[in-house]
């Protein structure tokens, strides 16, 4: 007998995703599924009644009345000390209007009577009627400790034990849809934001300029999240993590909402920050939650902010101990990402500012497979992010964003957009129409400098303060190799009574010895020429020193620029330091590093003194200059000093032809006391 032909199957389609968060169904024949605890549930329940019924039959209970002779009785309705009775038969019940010592018949000792109850004799004949008719006593019928209605009972007897019971389930259902982390259920929620692709409007990659490079790392995650039989056909499995590091204010939050805007997927968005609570455990619940809620609507994006509040190495100096809560949450999310398949649908995009802090265990490969460094943008990419931001704006034809965007090395796109942002507002307090140029070159020099203080110096500070702001702007001038200087100004703004100002005419990556000399000796100009022209030196350099210091000392422990040293690298980047100064550096290490340090501000000292002796008559007319206008642009400062710009020793240095003119504009310096990622200043202040 030939054997019997299988039964035709339909073809299996695979779904394209995962589909995570449903109950598996039971095969036929196989074993049923665990009995629900309700039952468990059920008969505790009414244990729990049965007690409180119990219980509260004796709250509901009548006191007792005690038992007292009929001649007793009669005593207090003469004294008229009765305030009410109920007859039944031969029994009366009823209470005293005061409590009354009453001694039973065979007893020596007294107790005191407020509710009675006695027997009245069926021989007695003493009109007991008309008496208490006399005084006034209400005679009932009614049973005096009758039980209370069955509303009452119902509700003292089973209400108690159904409110505990409900706020017993109401707790478990927030633990249970919080994972249990904590000692409430919300505690272990996720706090995730949710972005559904039918919420509204969405940024896309059109809302990105400036990073075209890091685009194309990203756009295969969009495409694989449309399209992923696309690429599971050749075998290839899509990033698990994409981690985007660079400094703040690059866009790194902004691209990730763009891929989820691309992908048209939902979009969890969350600080890493949020997921620390005091209550330890909680961290790690709401990690759960968050990578369950994302699988249950897969394909979807998470987006983690500022992943190193939590994704710091453990062991450090900051933990404390494997039970931080900080420590845990990194555990589970480590966990969660090493369960993917590839199948989920589930991408893990973080943004972080710091990545050289993170756990090594967060950066191999199957969990933040990709990292994608977002650095600050070139003049092309200010160039763009400038048209982004100016979409929205009516900007006047005479704006030229090139110049602007040359005017600007340094800043990153928030500080561009900062920037559009206070010159359309300048505009308006001006009542422009339209945002004009000098409203973006005001704006930029509020955003670097701050507002003007109305702070009015004497003539002898303002002569100092002159001749302090001439000697940086001089040395900029005569040094080789330094840069441009863009513009003087010795009114007050913000915390600088002065402020010099300097930058490259094009965008600068790399800096040699000798220019970072030259910036330490512009640096020095300000002490200088006070020494030089007063004699003596103010408070003044105080900024300019603090610049001084840190340029010469990354110099020796950092860049290896020390011939002492030599080319090894001895001091931490700039905080990354040890809390508790346990660098590793040999004490007569630092010692040596104190001694170049000191030796190369000494020699720049000394060479900036011996500039400005030789060029004392351009210093004094730079400096007069300065107090008769307050503010020199860049061709005024050139002319005041005598200097043609494109022959100063700066611009030739700098290998610019002779007749060729620096970038136009204000650039964008610096806060006057602080220093850029890389350690080297751009501005001189007082």
């Not at 706090?191 to 039918?198: G, H």
């Not at 993590?241 to 891929?259: E, I």
């Not at 422990?557 to 020390?562: D, F, Y």
């Not at 020199?632 to 005598?642: I, K, P, V």
Request: glycine share 10%; proline share 9%.
């Amino acid at each position: 007998m030939p054997a019997e032909a299988p039964e035709a199957k339909p073809p299996h389609r695979p779904h394209p995703w995962k589909v995570e968060g449903v109950p598996p169904t039971p095969a036929p024949g196989g074993p049923p599924r665990p009995r629900s605890s309700w039952v468990r549930f059920g008969g505790t329940l009414v244990v729990l009644l049965a007690l409180n019924w119990i219980i509260s039959s004796f709250f509901l209970a009548p006191p007792e009345r005690a038992s007292v002779s009929y001649t007793f009785f009669l005593t207090q309705v003469q004294g008229n000390n009765v305030s009410e009775i109920t007859s039944t038969a031969d029994t009366i019940e009823g209470q005293f209007k005061k409590e009354v010592a009453y001694t039973p018949t065979g007893d020596t000792k007294s107790e005191q009577v407020d509710r009675f109850t006695t027997q009245r004799p069926s021989f007695a004949d003493d009109d007991l009627f008309s008496q208490l008719q006399a005084d006034n006593v209400p005679v009932n019928a009614n049973p005096p400790d009758a039980p209370a209605p069955i509303w009452q009972q119902l509700l003292i007897g089973f209400g108690p034990t159904i409110l505990l019971v409900a706020l017993f389930i109401w707790i478990s259902r927030r633990m249970a849809g919080g994972g249990g982390g904590g000692v409430l259920g919300s505690f272990g929620k996720s706090r995730a934001k949710l972005y559904q692709p039918e919420s509204g409007p969405r940024t896309t990659f059109a809302d990105v300029a400036g990073i075209e490079e890091v685009e194309q790392e990203v756009t295969e995650i969009v495409d694989f999240l449309r399209e992923p039989e696309k690429y599971r056909k050749l075998g290839a499995q899509i990033p698990h993590g994409v981690l985007l590091s660079g400094p703040p204010g690059t866009g790194k939050t902004l691209l990730a909402r763009a891929v989820a805007g691309e992908a048209q997927v939902p979009f969890f968005s969350i600080s890493a920050s949020e997921f620390i609570e005091a209550i330890v455990g909680v961290g790690a619940s709401r990690v759960r939650d968050l990578f369950d809620q994302a699988k249950k609507v897969a394909p979807s994006i998470i987006f983690i902010d500022e992943l190193d509040a939590i994704g710091r190495a453990r062991g450090s100096a900051q933990s404390l101990g494997g039970n931080d809560e900080r420590e845990q949450t990194l555990n589970q999310i480590l966990t969660e990402m090493d369960g993917f398949t590839g199948s989920e649908g589930v991408v893990v995009l973080a943004a972080t500012n710091r990545s050289e802090v993170l756990d090594p265990a967060l950066l191999r490969p199957g969990r933040f497979d990709r990292r994608v460094v977002v650095s600050p943008p070139d003049l092309a990419g200010r160039r763009a992010i400038l048209v982004v931001h100016t979409r929205g704006v009516p900007v006047a034809p005479g704006v030229d964003l090139d110049g602007i965007a040359a005017s600007t090395p340094g800043m990153v796109g928030a500080d561009l957009k900062n920037l559009v942002n206070e010159a359309a507002l300048l505009a308006a307090r001006r009542g422009h129409s339209q945002v004009q140029n000098n409203d973006f070159t005001d704006a930029l020099e509020k955003i670097v400098l701050g507002t003007v203080r109305g702070l009015m110096l004497t003539p002898d500070e303002k002569e100092r303060t002159a001749f302090h702001e001439s000697g940086h702007a001089l040395l900029g001038m005569l040094t080789p190799g330094a840069d441009p200087v863009r513009k003087i100004s010795i009114i007050p703004r913000g915390q600088a009574l002065g402020v010099t100002f300097q930058s490259p005419s094009s965008d600068r990556y790399g800096y040699s010895a000798k220019y970072l000399r030259g910036r330490i000796i512009g640096a020095l100009g300000g002490r200088a020429a006070e020494e030089v022209v007063f004699g003596d030196m103010t408070t003044g350099a105080e900024s300019d020193l603090d610049q001084v210091s840190n340029i010469a000392r990354q110099m020796v422990g950092r860049w290896g620029m020390s011939e002492v040293i030599g080319p090894v690298t001895v001091l931490p980047p700039p905080g990354q330091e040890s809390p508790f100064g346990l660098d590793g550096v040999a004490p007569a290490t630092k010692e040596l590093i104190d001694a170049e340090v000191r030796k190369i501000v000494e020699e720049c000292y000394t060479e900036a003194l011996s500039l400005l002796r030789s060029h004392r008559p351009q210093l004094d007319s730079l400096a007069h200059r300065l107090l008769q206008t307050e503010t020199l642009d860049e061709a005024d400062a050139y002319a005041a000093a005598g200097i043609s710009p494109a022959e100063a020793p700066g611009a030739v240095a700098r290998g610019e032809a002779p007749g060729s003119t620096a970038a136009p504009g204000i650039p964008h310096p610096v806060a006057a006391d602080s220093t850029p990622p890389n350690g080297v200043p751009s501005a001189a202040a007082s």
